[in-house]
């Protein structure tokens, strides 16, 4: 079945040291996203790639970067954790535009710790 | 103002009944709309999209949207108690961004 996979499922890191999230999907859509969800709030869009145009919400944190090498796979480079950041990350892709067929995929989430 | 709102909840319906839920969003240049449900520890899970005024069935659900009065809705009939979850409503606009944005979501319980 096509899908979109994140990995690890649980991610446990230490303040301050980097942490990479992965993202990767067989459904060749063109649109990844990737959004922080905390506790009881909504999804947070941090930013999202039209192929490889990268869109970055202006208050997106220095902090979170990505790259997206290729059409399947998509990263989320965390610079310097802080506790703030414990969450759960979400993957999503989509086809490009907002009519029929765009709707958003979700892979199964990363749960980063920050210890 | 938030893009999307919807009432946090919880929302509590006997099992059997209709669950109604809502949401409003301020941007009128919205062209989708969805429903996700999401489970405790889970990812959200496409329930319906809707596109175009009116309603739009699918089994238990029924979508609503009114895009003159920004707001759309979701029914669930002959409720269960795996209904119980938070509902998400989320917006698309087209553009070359094509981002979606989520409402905080409603926590619906469905009691026996």
């Known amino acids: 079945d096509a899908m979109v996979i994140q990995n690890p499922r649980y991610q446990v890191t230490q303040f301050g040291k980097p942490v990479t999230l992965s993202c990767s999907q067989t459904?060749?859509?063109?649109?990844m996203y990737w959004y922080q969800q905390k506790s009881s709030q909504a999804p947070k869009l941090l930013f999202h790639?039209?192929?490889?145009?990268?869109?970055n919400e202006a208050d997106t944190p220095d902090n979170f970067q990505s790259r997206r090498p290729n059409t399947s796979f998509c990263f989320l480079d965390i610079r310097s954790p802080g506790l703030g950041d414990a969450a759960m990350y979400l993957c999503?892709?989509?086809?490009?535009?907002?009519?029929?067929?765009?709707?958003?995929?979700f892979g199964q989430g990363t749960r980063l710790t920050v210890v | 103002q938030k893009e999307v709102e919807q009432n946090s909840g919880p929302l509590s319906v006997p099992e059997g009944a209709i669950a109604s839920l809502n949401c409003t969003y301020s941007?009128?240049?919205?062209?989708?709309f969805f429903w996700y449900r999401q489970y405790s520890g889970k990812s959200p899970e496409l329930i319906m999209s809707?596109?175009?005024?009116g309603d739009k069935e699918d089994g238990r659900f029924t979508a609503q949207l009114n895009k003159a009065s920004q707001y759309v809705s979701l029914l669930i009939r002959d409720s269960q108690p795996s209904d119980s979850a938070t509902y998400l409503c989320?917006?698309?606009?087209?553009?070359?961004?094509?981002?979606?944005?989520f409402g905080s979501g409603t926590r619906l319980s469905i009691r026996p």
């Open positions: 999503a892709t989509s086809s490009r535009g907002a009519g029929q067929g765009t709707e958003a995929f």
């Open positions: 459904l060749n859509h063109n649109v």
């Open positions: 790639y039209y192929d490889k145009d990268f869109n």
């Open positions: 941007d009128r240049g919205s062209q989708s």
């Open positions: 809707i596109y175009s005024n």
């Open positions: 989320a917006v698309k606009r087209y553009s070359s961004a094509s981002k979606i944005i």
